[in-house]
């Protein structure tokens, strides 16, 4: 079973960047499509960024499109997400998400497990 665990969550300024780390125990997550979501208090959950089983395909959200990066580290088992140009909107938590069935899915329900979230606060 895998465990998904984020970090590197914190304050940034507005316009600045982060870089969010989910780190994968338990089992390989090389064949699983990996995704990012987000969630700000009252809304409901919204997808980001994901990642094909084999890197060869990444999609987007279109609101990040240009800003973010999700990227895998098969060695570290580790899925990354860089956010630069981070608007004061943007300060939901975010999650990440495996798909055993290995797409780069933009619907939650084509995901577990999913991590316990990281809190990112973008100050104006």
């Known amino acids: 079973q895998v465990q998904l665990a984020e970090s590197g969550g914190g304050l940034v300024q507005a316009g600045g960047s982060l870089r969010l780390s989910c780190a994968a125990s338990?089992?390989?997550?090389?064949?699983?499509?990996m995704g990012w979501f987000r969630q700000a208090p009252g809304k409901e959950r919204e997808f980001v960024t994901a990642?094909?089983?084999?890197?060869?395909?990444?999609y987007y959200a279109d609101s990040v499109k240009g800003r973010f990066t999700i990227s895998r580290d098969s060695a570290k088992n580790t899925v990354y997400l860089e956010m630069n140009s981070l608007k004061p909107a943007e300060t939901p938590v975010y999650y990440c998400?495996?798909?055993?069935?290995?797409?780069?899915?933009?619907?939650?329900?084509?995901?577990?497990?999913w991590g316990q979230g990281t809190q990112v606060t973008v100050s104006s």
């Open positions: 998400a495996a798909n055993k069935w290995g797409s780069a899915s933009s619907s939650l329900q084509a995901y577990a497990p």
């Open positions: 338990g089992r390989s997550i090389s064949l699983y499509g």
């Open positions: 990642i094909e089983w084999n890197n060869e395909n990444t």
